[in-house]
């Protein structure tokens, strides 16, 4: 039957099919593989990316737990993540702002350089895309951009901590 499941439920809504929403979609799977293809132009691991993606873009300071938590890694290998990136020169242990007896991390003037130089071609690219536009298109644009930014801001923030539980561990 068409529109129902080998499983016998009904089929879960389609999700928007607006040309403007399918090209969002794509923009945000093709996110993945260039956070991966950051990595390889900078020889580290993808998860070493995540992470000074995570220091840079955060508006406060983090420290290992949160790093790790960002990252869903454990404890023990969210330390392991930042001995290795600041052994790299890429991160450096900095007291912090608001808490004597706590540290924080930060990506080093040296990584940020790294990172904008292996993004050029991207950013080029994205530069000559934006002044193809009006001025008009480009503010719909930045506004549309921004108006998704908070829709997926907000998804994030009311995700249940810990995921639902499965049929298996129900029974």
Request: overall charge negative.
């Given at each position: 039957?068409?529109?129902?499941?080998?499983?016998?439920?009904?089929?879960?809504?389609?999700?928007?099919?607006?040309?403007?929403?399918?090209?969002?979609?794509?923009?945000?799977?093709?996110?993945?593989?260039?956070?991966?293809?950051?990595?390889?132009?900078?020889g580290i691991g993808?998860?070493?990316?995540?992470?000074?993606?995570?220091?840079?873009?955060?508006?406060?300071?983090l420290g290992p737990?949160?790093?790790?938590?960002?990252?869903?890694?454990?404890?023990?290998?969210?330390?392991?993540?930042?001995?290795?990136?600041?052994?790299?020169?890429?991160?450096?242990?900095?007291?912090?702002?608001?808490?004597?007896?706590?540290?924080?991390?930060?990506?080093?003037?040296?990584?940020?350089?790294?990172?904008?130089?292996?993004?050029?071609?991207?950013?080029?690219?994205?530069?000559?895309?934006?002044?193809?536009?009006?001025?008009?298109?480009?503010?719909?644009?930045?506004?549309?951009?921004?108006?998704?930014?908070?829709?997926?801001?907000?998804?994030?923030?009311?995700?249940?901590?810990?995921?639902?539980?499965?049929?298996?561990?129900?029974?």
């Amino acid at each position: 039957m068409e529109g129902v499941p080998s499983t016998g439920e009904p089929a879960p809504a389609a999700p928007p099919s607006s040309e403007a929403a399918r090209a969002l979609r794509e923009v945000l799977r093709i996110a993945g593989d260039t956070r991966a293809a950051l990595a390889r132009r900078l020889g580290i691991g993808a998860t070493d990316a995540a992470a000074i993606d995570h220091l840079v873009s955060s508006p406060e300071p983090l420290g290992p737990v949160e790093l790790g938590n960002r990252l869903g890694i454990r404890s023990a290998s969210a330390t392991t993540l930042v001995d290795r990136l600041v052994q790299a020169g890429h991160v450096a242990r900095t007291p912090h702002p608001h808490d004597r007896r706590r540290l924080s991390l930060e990506v080093t003037e040296s990584a940020v350089g790294e990172v904008l130089e292996a993004l050029r071609p991207m950013l080029v690219g994205v530069d000559r895309a934006v002044a193809r536009l009006t001025p008009e298109q480009a503010e719909a644009t930045a506004t549309f951009l921004r108006e998704v930014a908070e829709v997926m801001r907000d998804y994030v923030a009311t995700a249940p901590e810990e995921p639902p539980r499965t049929r298996a561990d129900r029974a």
